[in-house]
């Protein structure tokens, strides 16, 4: 009996043991369940947060419009002293009418002078001197205004030696010469004026540069920054100019020399063509 009472002690005591160890390893696993389900919140949540800071919100900034040449130039013109910045657009526009008159001009008077030649050569050898006279009337370019003029001087009955006949030539050349170059003085005028204008803009700008410092008694960048930048563009506008009408100018001395090229070529031919004809007093 009393074996049966210790087996049933050691049975429940076992069993309570067993109970309380299963108890508390219940207790336990759900303190860690419980703790890992907080950890696994706290990491989404970290993570939530990790994704919002990594993304941004998304700043719609203004797109500005990008500007022009000629709203570009316009802004700075204005900034540079419109009233004296004026000056400097006269001096260009000026210049470029004169450019753009003498590129006509120009482009007008050249002809094939060796096609030319020898249209007058053959006329002139077939005895018609008045038809030549005529081609050359109909005819622009100092090639054939020289022609004219030796022409004339052939068909005559008291200037038509070979003395008279040079001499013309020779005359006539030199006014074609100095129609060529017409304006061309004015010119180089505005493109010594363009610079001159923009350094003179420098130096006003640096003297309202130290009338703010003055007025102000400060020399802080903010004070001097407006003189400055008025001397600064009208010194670039005024190079630009020059710049330009100098292109311009390159190409029209180019145009002349090579008018120039031509008509000593035709007066060489000329010359051979008259001596030629029976018409000529040697």
Not at 10 to 36: I, K, L, N
Not at 234 to 242: D, L, P, S
């Amino acid at each position: 009996m009393k074996k049966y009472f210790a087996f049933v002690a050691m049975v429940a005591a076992f069993t309570f043991g067993m109970t309380t160890s299963v108890m508390a390893q219940d207790e336990a696993v759900e303190a860690a369940e419980e703790q890992v389900d907080s950890v696994a919140v706290d990491s989404v949540a970290v993570d939530s947060v990790a994704e919002e800071a990594a993304a941004p919100e998304e700043i719609v900034a203004p797109v500005e419009e990008e500007e022009g040449l000629h709203k570009t130039l316009k802004t700075k013109f204005i900034e540079g002293d419109a009233g004296f910045m004026s000056l400097v657009a006269i001096a260009l526009v000026l210049g470029l009418a004169f450019c753009i008159e003498r590129v006509i001009y120009l482009t007008l008077a050249q002809v094939n002078t060796q096609k030319f030649m020898k249209t007058i050569a053959d006329k002139v050898a077939a005895g018609k001197i008045e038809d030549a006279i005529e081609y050359c009337k109909g005819t622009r370019g100092p090639v054939a205004q020289i022609s004219k003029k030796a022409l004339t001087a052939l068909n005559s009955t008291d200037q038509n030696d070979i003395a008279t006949i040079e001499r013309t030539i020779n005359i006539e050349a030199e006014v074609q010469g100095a129609y060529l170059e017409e304006n061309c003085s004015w010119i180089t005028l505005f493109i010594a004026m363009a610079p001159s204008l923009g350094f003179l803009g420098t130096v006003i700008g640096m003297v309202q540069a130290f009338d703010d410092i003055e007025r102000a008694g400060d020399i802080s960048p903010t004070v001097v920054a407006g003189g400055m930048k008025v001397a600064l563009i009208t010194t670039i506008f005024g190079i630009i100019v020059a710049l330009v009408l100098q292109v311009f100018y390159n190409y029209i001395l180019s145009r002349v020399e090579a008018l120039n090229s031509n008509m000593e070529e035709a007066a060489m031919s000329l010359l051979d063509t008259c001596v030629k004809s029976p018409k000529c007093q040697k």
